[in-house]
């Protein structure tokens, strides 16, 4: 994918005991990756028409990695592309795993709902205040209990919060306010909030 060239002090995985001063590498490598964008080419020494090889243009890795680690090119170490491009490859999986890690999600009973004849429900969502709050989201049973719903959309209803407390409101003459919904002694459903 990368044409060779030299090699100096860039080394994949080193004996601990030959190295000295060790430090964490502190870069955004998954938005380096992000950047680079996979093209179809030929190698100069193929015949127009053959079949193209799928990769990435070593001049584009090299500008975005010098653009966010001026460190990378010195003049005594030229790292190999592909070597350098596994290490941003591997920090990047580190860095989804944290970001991903660090979503949480909690989830509250909506109670008894009685949705037919009280558009609103509100209650406490127990966070330190709303902007602790990315997304929240709730699923309404029916009083069959055979059909689950997502509680949104303009003929559905839509969900608000503040400091304290979630509200979800019923749309006037929306989809919920019918027979079907107004059923009580029982869990009307589940509010999902995503936390920043």
């Known amino acids: ?14 004996s601990d005991s030959l190295l000295k001063n060790v430090e964490d590498w502190v870069v955004d490598a998954t938005s380096v990756l992000r950047d680079i964008y996979p093209v179809m080419f030929n190698w100069l020494t193929e015949p127009d028409g053959t079949d193209k090889t799928l990769g990435y243009l070593q001049s584009e890795f090299e500008f975005l990695v010098g653009a966010r680690d001026p460190a990378y090119i010195t003049e005594d170490k030229i790292p190999h592309p592909k070597d350098t491009f596994l290490l941003y490859l591997q920090k990047s999986n580190l860095e989804i795993d944290v970001r991903v890690a660090s979503v949480e999600e909690t989830e509250i009973a909506i109670g008894e709902w009685n949705l037919k004849d ?24 029916n009083d069959d209990d055979d059909e689950l719903c997502d509680f949104c959309g303009d003929k559905a209803g839509y969900i608000c919060w503040d400091d304290t407390d979630i509200r979800l409101e019923r749309s006037g003459k929306g989809f919920f306010d019918k027979n079907e919904f107004d059923g009580t002694g029982f869990d009307r459903g589940t509010v999902y909030i995503i936390l920043a």
């Open 1 to 14: 994918m990368f044409p060779f060239f030299l090699l100096s002090k860039l080394s994949l995985m080193p």
């Open 118 to 141: 009280n558009a609103s429900m509100i209650f406490p969502h127990g966070q330190v205040d709303k902007d602790a709050i990315k997304r929240v989201r709730a699923v309404v049973r």
